[in-house]
């Protein structure tokens, strides 16, 4: 059977997930976490692209990047295909790392990049891994609410669409989705 081709062109924007193979985790301690953050790094300076948002929890990965010259296929090639290397070495495996090939969701407007990056910072509290998105440290999210550290994380996009105090309107709308929301009910009762 075939594979669908998948959509791409330059200045696209793509939520990319990728899990661990039969749901395993990906990352099982810190060195793990920053290998993985190390090589997109590397991957933007060999393959150029914009990391919007990110999310690494310990069985899957939410990326949102931006396409300039290569297409996610190549930047994600490169990140995986290391990183799978690093850890079968590392913990003594050999096969798959990575469950199937990654997803990849174009983003169409600004909205949906705004919403998109809202969920991939709220996977942490959603799962039950944090009380609060600025918790987890496994995410750009702190990037978002605050002006600081120099960051592989390009905010510039979605704070051009936030008008002025970007970090106050991010955090505020990322706030509002899960403190209105208990995760494990129905947003609306009847």
Request: glycine share 4%; charged share 25%; aromatic share 16%.
């Amino acid at each position: 059977m075939t594979r669908n081709l998948r959509v791409w062109y330059p200045g696209a924007i793509y939520h990319i997930t990728a899990r661990g193979n039969r749901k395993n985790n990906l990352f099982r301690d810190r060195k793990d976490y920053n290998h993985y953050v190390g090589l997109m790094q590397r991957a933007k300076e060999k393959t150029p692209f914009l990391l919007h948002s990110y999310c690494l929890m310990p069985n899957h990965v939410h990326l949102i990047i931006g396409t300039l010259n290569d297409p996610p296929s190549d930047i994600i090639h490169y990140v995986h295909s290391i990183y799978a290397r690093y850890f079968n070495r590392k913990y003594h495996y050999v096969g798959h790392v990575f469950q199937d090939r990654y997803y990849a969701k174009l983003i169409k407007n600004s909205k949906q990049l705004i919403d998109t990056s809202s969920y991939v910072h709220l996977n942490p509290v959603k799962s039950k891994y944090s009380k609060k998105p600025e918790d987890y440290q496994w995410s750009s999210y702190k990037n978002y609410i605050s002006a600081g550290d120099k960051s592989i994380v390009d905010t510039q996009k979605i704070f051009s669409y936030l008008g002025e105090s970007p970090y106050e309107k991010y955090k505020f709308y990322v706030e509002m989705k899960y403190k209105i929301k208990d995760w494990n009910e129905p947003l609306l009762k009847y």
